[in-house]
């Protein structure tokens, strides 16, 4: 049996991380920047908590059923009896 490859490290992107960027390709100070994504998330978090969802753009739509736990994605039905089968 072959032995499995460790799971690679899912990379992490800090809002400071985001905020230089935008500071950069904006040419804004990053502490603005900070301040704008800092007052941009608090909303958006609000609004996913209360279940409602958010358009991105053309095809892009977050929504608090995106947020589900590993194991849980739509087609998965552990643990769910099947109603009628």
Do not use: C
């Not at 995106?66 to 099947?82: E, F, I, L, M």
């Amino acid at each position: 049996m072959a032995a499995k490859k460790p799971a690679k490290a899912q990379a992490t992107v800090t809002l400071r991380n985001l905020a230089a960027e935008l500071a950069e390709s904006h040419e804004v100070q990053k502490k603005q920047a900070e301040a704008m994504l800092s007052d941009m998330v608090g909303p958006i978090a609000k609004h996913l908590k209360r279940g409602t969802r958010l358009r991105w753009g053309p095809g892009h739509l977050a929504s608090p059923a995106s947020r589900r736990p590993h194991g849980t994605q739509s087609g998965d039905r552990r643990g769910h009896q099947d109603q009628g089968q």
